[in-house]
């Protein structure tokens, strides 16, 4: 890292979370999302926009940009933690300071001009044993550390199931995957639960999720991050054969996406288009004859894959997303509803579009929906039948 970087680095891991966390404990003493007109408030933003808008208006004038893609990844990281902490405290910041560094990471990468959730978790360099956060609130340690480790479940998930297609669904190598898939979504249900256990909702509701707002990046509007922008959740749901990369609904979920994943994980998520589902392989193999011991098991391990796939969205939908998003914003003032979506779309919409996902991926009954539950109930047909 140059100087100018290092010291960027420096105040985002000290002096900023410290702004921002006095900001919020202020805040949060008024229950109000956000405060105006008050001496102490305006005086600490003033100082978080003044500093942070030098710091980076210093990487910015050297126009020399890390090689190496990861560090530039980071460094939009860095400058993104700055932005949506300016619109989170409702301040604009001098555009002409970090418009042009951002969109000059930004657009090499083919990513969007804004920090992402993948800087929170995938992408968050520990120093000192510290992740980069925007506060030093205990319910933002506890927000990072249980959806990093439900993201890494995921991917831990999607790993095992995208090694199965080179052995072959009946091989008894693959058993080992299938089964290690199995334990990554039940881990991803536990870190989940543990995350809706601990987690204070006032807390995350008034101090955590206003960083995640949508905010402008030069002349264009980026919309927030979300938990689920990463690509191993897609792959995972198209190789179970729950959701299916030609149903128009979910490859516009999977083409919205693409700015907001990180660089690698698009590549995972373009060659989602081609990726033939683990389900209808089962099926094939099934329908050919009397299936052999490891393919009975590997059918088992994928129903119960399925299952594991379905509890945990059900749990995102109705113990997450209810009670820390939907049930806090009905008592929000009108002038803050407009603001309670990290995608833009109104809270209905977005939840609407949520329970759609949540039925493809649990399988669910729904009327005009095709979802996988005739092939799942196929599958256990045939091995019904063949014992
Ligand atoms: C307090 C905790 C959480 C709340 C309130 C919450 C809420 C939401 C909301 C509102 C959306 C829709 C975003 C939009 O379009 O505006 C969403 C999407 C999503 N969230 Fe969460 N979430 C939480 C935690 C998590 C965790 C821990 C995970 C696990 C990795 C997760 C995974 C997802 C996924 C996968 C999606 C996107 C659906 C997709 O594109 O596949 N969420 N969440």
């Excluded at 191993?232 to 490859?251: K, M, T």
Aim: aromatic fraction near 8%.
């Amino acid at each position: 890292m140059t100087q100018a970087i290092d010291d960027l680095d420096r105040w985002i891991r000290g002096e900023f979370t410290d702004l921002n966390t006095k900001l919020e404990e202020i805040y949060f003493a008024e229950k109000a999302l956000v405060l105006r007109g008050s001496a102490e408030v305006d005086e600490l933003t003033a100082v978080l926009v003044r500093d942070g808008g030098s710091l980076i208006s210093k990487v910015s004038e050297r126009k020399v940009l890390p090689e190496n893609a990861d560090a530039r990844y980071e460094l939009l990281g860095m400058v993104g933690f700055y932005l949506a902490a300016c619109r989170r405290h409702e301040v604009e910041p001098d555009q002409a300071q970090f418009a042009s560094l951002a969109l000059a990471l930004a657009a090499p990468l083919g990513v969007a001009p804004r920090f992402a959730s993948s800087h929170q978790n995938i992408h968050n360099r520990s120093v000192g044993g510290s992740l980069t956060t925007f506060t030093t609130l205990d319910s933002e340690r506890v927000f990072l550390l249980y959806n990093g480790l439900s993201v890494m479940a995921y991917r831990r998930a999607a790993h095992a199931l995208l090694s199965v297609p080179a052995l072959g669904v009946s091989s008894p190598l693959a058993t080992y995957h299938l089964t290690d898939a199995v334990a990554a979504l039940r881990d991803v249900l536990r870190f989940s639960q543990a995350l809706a256990g601990e987690l204070d909702r006032d807390r995350f509701f008034y101090n955590i999720r206003p960083y995640f707002k949508s905010h402008r990046v030069g002349s264009r509007e980026f919309r927030g991050v979300n938990a689920g922008d990463f690509a191993a959740i897609n792959a995972i749901d198209v190789l179970l054969g729950l959701c299916s990369p030609h149903d128009p609904f979910y490859q516009g979920v999977i083409t919205e996406k693409y700015p907001y994943v990180a660089p690698k994980d698009q590549k995972l998520l373009r060659s989602l288009a081609t990726t033939e589902s683990l389900l209808d392989m089962v099926v094939r193999e099934l329908e050919a004859g009397p299936p052999s011991a490891p393919l009975r098991e590997n059918a088992e391990l994928l129903l119960d894959a399925c299952r594991g796939h379905a509890a945990a969205t059900v749990f995102h939908h109705n113990q997450l997303v209810a009670p820390f998003l939907r049930e806090p914003a009905g008592y929000a003032p009108p002038e803050h509803q407009a603001d309670m979506t990290t995608s833009g779309p109104p809270l209905e919409a977005v939840i609407e579009t949520l329970a759609r996902l949540r039925d493809l991926r649990a399988a669910h009954e729904r009327p005009g929906v095709a979802t996988a539950r005739p092939t799942l109930d196929r599958v256990r047909a045939l091995l019904q039948s063949a014992s």
